[in-house]
C-alpha cells in the first residue's frame, strides 16, 4: 500500500485521504465483530406470516418505493421502546414514509428528511389523512374531467422533453401532460399532491421502462398502459388506503396535524429538529453503489420537474457514485480495512466506500444531537459483497455509532421472507439485478443495529 504519510490520526496512525495503515483493532471494532459472531437470526423479527394486505395497508400501498421496509417492524420497535404517548419518532431517511405513516398512525409526532424529491411528496401524501368522502368527490370529479379532456393543452415538462420521449410513445406522452395540467388546476393542496402521487405511481407501466427491473431499462416490446385506466384503478386503491388510515389516526392528530407532522426535502446530516427531542430514530439507509435512487425515480422526476439537471441532482444521494469524494478519515476501523482492500481491486470503488461511510459518520452524529438521553436509534441494514469483498455494512454501523456518542444496545438478526430486497447482484457491475440473471447473493439476511443515548447523570 503506498501512501503519502502526510497525517496522523487519533490513535497515531498515519492516513491519506480517508484510509489509514491496516494496523490491528481497537476494543470497539473487535466487539463489534464478535457480537455479531455471536448473533443467531431472530425469528420474531421475519414476519414471514404477513402478505401484501399487511404490509401494504392504510397509505403504505400508495406509491411503489425501491428498499423500503414493512411496517410491521418499525410497529415492532415502537411497541419495545416507546413507552410515552407524546412520543416522537425520526427517520433521517425516510423514503416512501413508512416509519413517519406508523408514527402518525399511532398518535406521535414524526419528523424527518428526504433528500428524493418525490419521496418528501409521497410520504406528505401517505402520512395527511383526507376526510374520506371529500376526497372520493374530488377524485370522482377529476376522473369526469379527464375522461372528457378535448382542448387541454398538455403540460410536458419541456426541460426534459428529451428524456419523456426516451420513455413515452407519443400519445401517451400526450395523455399525461393533460392529465397533469388538470391535476395542477385542483386548488386544495392535499387533494393535488394526493392526484400527484397517483400520477406518479403510473408512471413506470405506462412508460416503456422494463417492468420487472427498478433499474432504467427499456423494453421496446412493452405495450404501455392506459393512462386514464391505470390512473382510474390506482386512484381506488389509494382512497381505501386513506380511508382505514384516516380511521386509524387519533382525532386530536388529525386536526392539528401540522403540530405532529415535520418532515422535510433535506440532507440526513443536517436536520431541523430540536437537539435533544427525539425519542426513538427509525431508519434506514441508502446503500453504496447499490441503488440510484435519483435514476430509480427518474420518470417522476422528469414530469414533476424536482431538478433542472439529473446530474446535479445524483450529487445530494448518499451511496451515489456520483457523489464528490470526502476526504476526511474515517473513524470506522472496519470500514477503513475495507477500503483498503477494495483500494487493491478497485480505487473508484473504493473511495466510493470510505465516502459512504463518512457520511454515514456524520448522519450519526447528527441522530446523537437530535436524540433525548435514554433514546435510541435504530438503523436496518444488509451485508454484501462487492468485486469479492465483504461489505459488513452492518458492522461498520454498530462500529460507528458507538465514536458518534451510542453505547451499542442490541442487535437484531433478521431474515428477509418477502422479496422487498433484491438478492442478487450483477458481478460485473457489482449493482442490483433480477434473480433470474444473478451472479453473486446480496442480502438473504439483514440486521436492526440499534445504539442508545446513555442518560447523562
Ligand atoms: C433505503 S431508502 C429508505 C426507505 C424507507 N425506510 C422506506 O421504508 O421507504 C434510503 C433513502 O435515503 C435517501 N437519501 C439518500 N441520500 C440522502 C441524504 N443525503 N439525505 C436524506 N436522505 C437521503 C434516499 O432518497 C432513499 O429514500
Known amino acids: 500500500?503506498?501512501?503519502?504519510?502526510?497525517?496522523?490520526?487519533?490513535?497515531?496512525?498515519?492516513?491519506?485521504?480517508?484510509?489509514?495503515?491496516?494496523?490491528?483493532?481497537?476494543?470497539?471494532?473487535?466487539?463489534?465483530?464478535k457480537l455479531f459472531e455471536k448473533?443467531?437470526?431472530?425469528?420474531?423479527?421475519?414476519?414471514?406470516?404477513?402478505?401484501?394486505?399487511?404490509?401494504?395497508?392504510?397509505?403504505?400501498?400508495?406509491?411503489?418505493?425501491?428498499?423500503?421496509?414493512?411496517?410491521?417492524?418499525?410497529?415492532?420497535?415502537?411497541?419495545?421502546?416507546?413507552?410515552?404517548?407524546?412520543?416522537?419518532?425520526?427517520?433521517?431517511?425516510?423514503?416512501?414514509?413508512?416509519?413517519?405513516?406508523?408514527?402518525?398512525?399511532?398518535?406521535?409526532?414524526?419528523?424527518?428528511t428526504d433528500i428524493n424529491g418525490i419521496a418528501y411528496l409521497m410520504t406528505k401524501v401517505k402520512s395527511t389523512p383526507i376526510e374520506p368522502l371529500y376526497l372520493k368527490e374530488k377524485v370522482d370529479r377529476f376522473l369526469i374531467r379527464i375522461k372528457e379532456m378535448k382542448d387541454i393543452v398538455p403540460e410536458i415538462p419541456h426541460q426534459h422533453l428529451e428524456r419523456i420521449n426516451y420513455w413515452f410513445d407519443e400519445p401517451t406522452k400526450l395523455e399525461l401532460g393533460k392529465i397533469l395540467r388538470i391535476i395542477r388546476e385542483?386548488?386544495?393542496?392535499?387533494?393535488?399532491?394526493?392526484?400527484?402521487?397517483?400520477?406518479?405511481?403510473?408512471?413506470?407501466?405506462?412508460?416503456?421502462?422494463?417492468?420487472?427491473?427498478?433499474?432504467?431499462?427499456?423494453?421496446?416490446?412493452?405495450?404501455?398502459?392506459?393512462?386514464?385506466?391505470?390512473?382510474?384503478?390506482?386512484?381506488?386503491?389509494?382512497?381505501?388506503?386513506?380511508?382505514?388510515?384516516?380511521?386509524?389516526?387519533?382525532t386530536d392528530v388529525r386536526s392539528s396535524l401540522g403540530e405532529y407532522l415535520n418532515i422535510a426535502l433535506g440532507d440526513a446530516r443536517n436536520q431541523s429538529v430540536e437537539d435533544n427531542s427525539v425519542d426513538l430514530i427509525v431508519s434506514s439507509s441508502p446503500y453504496v453503489t447499490s441503488?440510484?435512487?435519483?435514476?430509480?425515480?427518474?420518470?417522476?422526476?422528469?414530469?414533476?420537474?424536482?431538478?433542472?439537471?439529473?446530474?446535479?441532482?445524483?450529487?445530494?444521494?448518499?451511496?451515489?457514485?456520483?457523489?464528490?469524494?470526502?476526504?476526511?478519515?474515517?473513524?470506522?476501523?472496519?470500514?477503513?480495512?475495507?477500503?483498503?482492500e477494495m483500494n487493491d481491486k478497485r480505487k473508484k470503488l473504493s473511495e466510493e466506500i470510505g465516502s459512504f461511510?463518512?457520511?454515514?459518520?456524520?448522519?450519526?452524529?447528527?441522530?446523537?444531537?437530535?436524540?433525548?438521553?435514554?433514546?435510541?436509534?435504530?438503523?436496518v441494514i444488509g451485508n454484501t459483497t462487492l468485486k469479492g469483498v465483504n461489505i459488513i455494512n452492518a458492522q461498520i454501523f454498530a462500529e460507528s455509532i458507538q465514536y458518534s456518542g451510542f453505547t451499542l444496545d442490541r442487535i437484531i438478526k433478521r431474515e428477509i421472507p418477502s422479496k422487498i430486497l433484491p438478492q442478487t447482484r450483477d458481478k460485473k457491475t457489482g449493482r442490483f439485478t433480477a434473480s433470474c440473471k444473478a451472479t453473486s447473493a446480496a442480502y438473504p439476511v439483514e440486521y436492526i443495529v440499534i445504539g442508545e443515548k446513555m442518560e447523562i447523570t
Not at 503519502?4 to 465483530?33: N, P
Not at 390512473?231 to 386503491?237: A, G, S
Open 1 to 33: 500500500m503506498n501512501f503519502r504519510r502526510s497525517h496522523k490520526d487519533h490513535r497515531g496512525r498515519w492516513y491519506s485521504g480517508f484510509m489509514r495503515e491496516k494496523s490491528e483493532f481497537g476494543d470497539v471494532a473487535k466487539s463489534v465483530l
Open 39 to 112: 448473533t443467531q437470526i431472530d425469528d420474531r423479527w421475519s414476519f414471514a406470516e404477513c402478505g401484501r394486505k399487511e404490509t401494504g395497508k392504510w397509505t403504505h400501498g400508495h406509491h411503489r418505493y425501491t428498499a423500503k421496509f414493512n411496517p410491521q417492524i418499525v410497529e415492532k420497535l415502537f411497541d419495545e421502546y416507546i413507552t410515552d404517548g407524546n412520543a416522537h419518532i425520526n427517520d433521517p431517511f425516510f423514503g416512501s414514509g413508512t416509519t413517519i405513516v406508523s408514527a402518525i398512525a399511532r398518535g406521535y409526532r414524526a419528523s424527518g
Open 186 to 250: 385542483e386548488s386544495d393542496t392535499s387533494v393535488r399532491d394526493f392526484l400527484l402521487v397517483g400520477f406518479s405511481h403510473i408512471l413506470k407501466s405506462c412508460s416503456i421502462w422494463l417492468q420487472r427491473s427498478t433499474k432504467p431499462t427499456r423494453d421496446k416490446q412493452k405495450v404501455p398502459r392506459n393512462p386514464y385506466n391505470t390512473l382510474r384503478l390506482h386512484l381506488n386503491k389509494m382512497l381505501r388506503g386513506n380511508e382505514s388510515f384516516y380511521k386509524t389516526v387519533p
Open 291 to 340: 441503488y440510484e435512487y435519483a435514476d430509480l425515480h427518474q420518470l417522476s422526476t422528469i414530469w414533476l420537474d424536482f431538478t433542472e439537471d439529473l446530474k446535479q441532482y445524483r450529487t445530494r444521494f448518499i451511496g451515489s457514485s456520483s457523489r464528490p469524494k470526502n476526504r476526511l478519515v474515517l473513524r470506522s476501523e472496519i470500514a477503513n480495512d475495507i477500503v483498503i
Open 357 to 379: 461511510f463518512l457520511d454515514m459518520e456524520q448522519v450519526f452524529v447528527e441522530c446523537y444531537r437530535s436524540l433525548k438521553s435514554g433514546g435510541r436509534c435504530c438503523f
